[in-house]
């Protein structure tokens, strides 16, 4: 799963990252993904699928998180958990039974951690309840203190530890 930004051309942290072991072949496909109005491919909140090229994984799921201080508290966790269950939803329908998220908005987006993790575990655990459901879901997580957050997160959910 790529946190991208809403033109999905690369950018840093996670996304850049991706786009630079994936290599030009996800930018290109990136390109082809139509617009939904100038400049944007993936709305904050939605998802889009590409091949992974490069990577080890076959598929890139893009997602775009809000950017914490443009939104109000309740909006900025109505579209963060938006991105999640999108990403599943995306996940699922193209047959993928494993996805790994990083923990989406928390970088230069401003979103708090223990904030995201709550949200994040939330709307997957909602996303994940129907008939149809993910096989593993993993957080790859930068930093002890992202990881404390989504463990700690984690832990009042009754979820299974952090590895």
């Not at 223990?114 to 994940?128: F, G, H, K, Q, T």
Request: glycine share 12%.
């Amino acid at each position: 799963m790529n946190a991208a930004n809403e033109r999905m051309l690369g950018g840093g942290g996670v996304d850049g990252a991706i786009h630079r072991e994936a290599g030009k072949a996800l930018v290109e496909a990136c390109r082809q993904v139509p617009e939904v109005r100038a400049g944007v491919r993936c709305p904050t909140g939605e998802a889009r699928i590409t091949p992974g090229f490069g990577l080890p994984s076959r598929h890139v799921i893009h997602t775009v998180g809000p950017v914490y201080s443009q939104h109000s508290r309740e909006t900025a966790a109505a579209l963060l958990g938006a991105c999640y269950r999108s990403t599943a939803a995306l996940a699922l329908e193209n047959g993928l039974a494993r996805v790994a998220w990083p923990a989406i908005s928390c970088g230069v987006y401003g979103y708090p951690l223990a904030e995201a993790a709550e949200v994040s575990l939330a709307a997957l655990a909602e996303a994940n309840a129907g008939s149809l459901a993910l096989s593993e879901v993993h957080f790859v997580l930068f930093g002890k203190e992202t990881l404390a957050a989504w463990a700690s997160a984690a832990e009042r959910a009754g979820l299974p530890p952090a590895a």
